[in-house]
């Protein structure tokens, strides 16, 4: 029976090597062996409900360690799941069976409690016979990041998900030896796969105890997965004259760009293995390259991984020549097609094999990919086209600036730019002023938006939407003249 639910390759693991650890949360580390007996009694617990194959299920659970026995038991009953949050969610995922340890959303329809008595009692019980599911069939459901709207259902079918399984395990390096710390919530593309991709090599998954820093220092991690927001955290809390360790972990960034101070910074205090990586939660990681190289260079990405393939054409779908700018387009193996419910999206979104991750982007001449912004992102500001990310990198370096993130908002006749600000200890308004003229002379000053906090989802990404509709909630509410 092809393994494509991860279950026999946990159970191998487990048999070879039944103390090998295979989570370690808050001091404490979870074996190989007890992990397939978990899952294995969490099966026979669900499997008891009688819910029919292809049933889709949404996993409600505060508890880190049940939620993933809970996801490998609906992979074997062939239950597709998909993670949700918080309750105002569910509207999201459509109509599905709650499984839960907390208060379930209103209006589920039935729901299925469980908790980790849920795995004493399931150890009693008789044991789930596995029957190979269609590689075909819907595993798994994952909510898009949302940046643009209303979070779109990207479906991964079994076998989509054991390619994504093998090529992050040899991307990444997961072996018997890896500590695997992932900073991306379980919703996310990156928290979900990942960890299954560690799983699948063997390694150690490190949660978060009871915070991402502390398991950072606690968990003693080889490998980490992370948001620029996550790496600037570990910056700070190591502190400016720290430097690196003689065993530090290698560290992947992803999510959003990494700006030069902050990579510089990580280097030297962190790791001098830091790499970068892009990709979407329909297409995994596509490229890659390390940090080092990519200083001074705005917007690289790094190269195309072997089992990706990348290519930027105008908006007629055709290839432009070597170092022009386009529309980026990727495929990979185990790259989704469709947006469940959404035929629409689906069409803008996916052409010819290809996904378009709505990126703007060049090729330069040793194959690397540099983006330029997000096509809907991008500004017009009386003919002058502007990337928001490019304004963040610099804004977010002046002095007494805790964080930064340029939008713009459609006018007549042509866009508005603005800036959210987050301001800190010795923040001086003619300093940020000064920086913006030097690093932008041809560009106008921005309005500025005051704020506590920049809006990100749960990949670091600055949900610009959420800020320019701020913006035109607060013009709409100004009494007219």
């Known amino acids: 029976m092809l393994d494509n639910s991860l279950f026999r390759t946990i159970a191998f693991h487990a048999s070879v090597a039944p103390n090998r650890v295979a ?49 490998f038991a609906c992979m074997r009953l062939q239950l597709p799941s998909v993670h949700i949050d918080e309750a105002r969610e569910f509207a999201d995922v459509g109509d599905c069976v709650v499984i839960t340890d907390t ?40 909510l898009s990041s949302g940046t643009t709207g209303v979070p779109k259902k990207i479906p991964l079918t079994y076998e989509e998900f054991r390619q994504r399984c093998l090529n992050v395990a040899v991307t990444y390096q997961f072996d018997s030896s890896a500590r695997f710390l992932c900073a991306m919530g ?38 980490v997965l992370a948001a620029p927001t996550f790496l600037e955290k570990l910056v700070e809390a190591a502190g ?34 830091l790499f970068v990586a892009y990709g979407s939660t329909e297409a995994t990681t596509v490229t890659m390259a390390p940090a080092a190289a990519i200083m001074n260079r705005p917007g690289c990405v790094g190269f195309a991984l072997p089992y990706a393939e990348i290519q930027i ?29 959404d035929a629409e999206a689906t069409s803008r979104a996916f052409h010819d094999g290809w996904f378009y991750p709505g990126d703007m982007g060049r090729i330069d001449r040793l194959g690397a990919l540099h983006l330029t912004g997000r096509a809907d992102e991008i500004a017009n500001l009386a003919g002058l086209k502007l990337s928001p990310e490019r304004i963040d990198a610099v804004m977010r370096d002046v002095p007494g600036v805790k964080d930064a993130a340029a939008f713009s908002v459609p006018g007549d006749p ?16 003619a300093v940020l002023r000064a920086r913006y003229v030097q690093a932008f002379p041809r560009q106008p000053f921005p309005k500025l938006m005051r704020l506590e906090s920049i809006p990100r989802n749960a990949m ?13 909630k607060t013009q709409a509410n100004k009494p007219h003249a």
């Open 414 to 429: 042509h866009d508005e730019l603005w800036l959210a600000l987050v301001e800190g200890e010795g923040f001086e308004g």
């Open 313 to 341: 054409v105008d908006k007629d779908h055709q290839p432009v020549a070597q170092g022009t700018e386009g529309i980026v387009r990727v495929r990979s193996e185990g790259m989704a097609d469709e947006y469940l419910g």
């Open 186 to 223: 379980a919703g996310t593309v990156g928290g979900f796969i990942f960890p299954c991709a560690a799983w699948t090599g063997g390694a150690c998954l490190v949660m978060r105890a009871p915070e991402l820093v502390e398991a950072y220092r606690t968990g003693r991690p080889t490998i």
């Open 23 to 71: 989570i370690f949360a808050g001091g404490a580390e979870i074996s190989y062996a007890r992990f397939r007996d978990d899952i294995d009694a969490v099966t026979c617990v669900l499997a008891a409900e009688k819910l029919d194959a292809g049933t889709r299920v949404a996993i409600l659970v505060d508890k880190r360690y049940l939620n993933w026995t809970i996801v």
């Open 103 to 142: 208060e379930p959303p209103a209006g589920a329809a039935k729901v299925i409690r469980v908790s980790q008595a849920s795995i004493r009692q399931g150890a009693e019980m008789v044991r789930h016979k596995d029957v190979a599911p269609d590689p075909e069939a819907l595993c798994r459901v994952i």
């Open 240 to 273: 400016e004259s720290a430097t690196a360790p003689p065993d530090a972990p290698t560290l992947y960034v992803g999510g959003s760009m990494l700006r030069d101070s902050l990579n510089e910074a990580a280097r030297k205090r962190l790791s001098p293995a």
């Open 460 to 472: 670091g990404k600055v949900r610009r939407l959420a800020l320019r509709e701020a913006v035109k």
